[in-house]
């Protein structure tokens, strides 16, 4: 006979874990938490990269304020 399929369970493959953890910082007693989206609510992160800020739930952008000192 010719190779046959393999029967039984599947093997396990580990899925990537939340990040929402790095979203919140603990500072001595306190708990603060990022920036949440205007549109969808708490518990919807904002990304921040260097020009702006980003939700990928639903596309809020919103750009910082370039702070060029001109000499």
Same mark, same amino acid.
């Not at 393999?6 to 929402?20: D, E, F, L, V």
């Not at 609510?41 to 904002?46: A, E, S």
């Given at each position: 006979?010719? #190779?046959?399929? +393999?029967?039984?369970?599947? =093997?396990?493959?580990?899925?990537?874990?939340?990040?929402?953890? /790095?979203?919140?910082? *603990?500072?001595?007693? #306190?708990?603060? +938490?990022?920036?949440?989206? =205007?549109?969808?609510?708490?518990?919807?992160?904002?990304?921040? /990269?260097?020009?702006? *800020?980003?939700?990928? #739930?639903?596309?809020?952008?919103?750009?910082?304020?370039?702070?060029?000192?001109?000499?």
């Amino acid at each position: 006979m010719a #190779k046959e399929a +393999k029967k039984g369970k599947k =093997p396990h493959k580990n899925k990537p874990t939340s990040k929402k953890y /790095s979203k919140y910082k *603990i500072e001595g007693d #306190k708990i603060t +938490k990022g920036r949440s989206c =205007p549109r969808c609510g708490p518990g919807i992160f904002l990304s921040e /990269s260097q020009e702006r *800020i980003y939700c990928g #739930k639903c596309h809020y952008c919103e750009f910082m304020a370039k702070n060029k000192s001109e000499n």
